[in-house]
Nanobody, 127 residues
């Protein structure tokens, strides 16, 4: 069993920054071995891939819509993955979720590749 808890969401003006955190835990869960991802969702739309990072942190991937503005990172000593968001736009408003990737077979952007999800944290960007 894996527990993921996001934090750091809030209200920010366009052009501002936020850093989201996702703390992971689980008795048999080795965080450093886990590829992790961030997704976001707005009401009435499908969950959308944002970014992903490999277990060792050496490889990352991003959605085109956030490339150059968002940075995913991790601290394996703290069992935490981060999403640094800069130059935020109103269209970034969503609930942001972190997730553990269950298999390298699927692409990072596919939500079916992930088996454990956090409860989400709301990010609202005002214009």
């Amino acid at each position: 069993q894996v527990q993921l808890v996001e934090s750091g969401g809030g209200l920010v003006q366009a052009g501002g920054s936020l850093r989201l955190s996702c703390a992971a835990s689980g008795r048999t869960f080795t965080f450093s071995n886990a590829d992790m991802g961030w997704f976001r969702q707005v009401p009435g739309k499908e969950r959308e891939f944002v970014a992903a990072i490999k277990g060792a942190g050496s490889s990352t991937s991003y959605a085109d819509s956030v490339k150059g503005r968002f940075t995913i990172s991790r601290d394996n000593a703290k069992n935490t993955v981060y999403l640094q968001m800069s130059s935020l736009k109103p269209e970034d408003t969503a609930v942001y979720y972190c997730a553990r990737k269950k298999s390298p077979v699927f692409g990072d952007h596919l939500h079916i590749a992930y088996d454990y999800w956090g409860q989400g944290t709301q990010v609202t960007v005002s214009s």
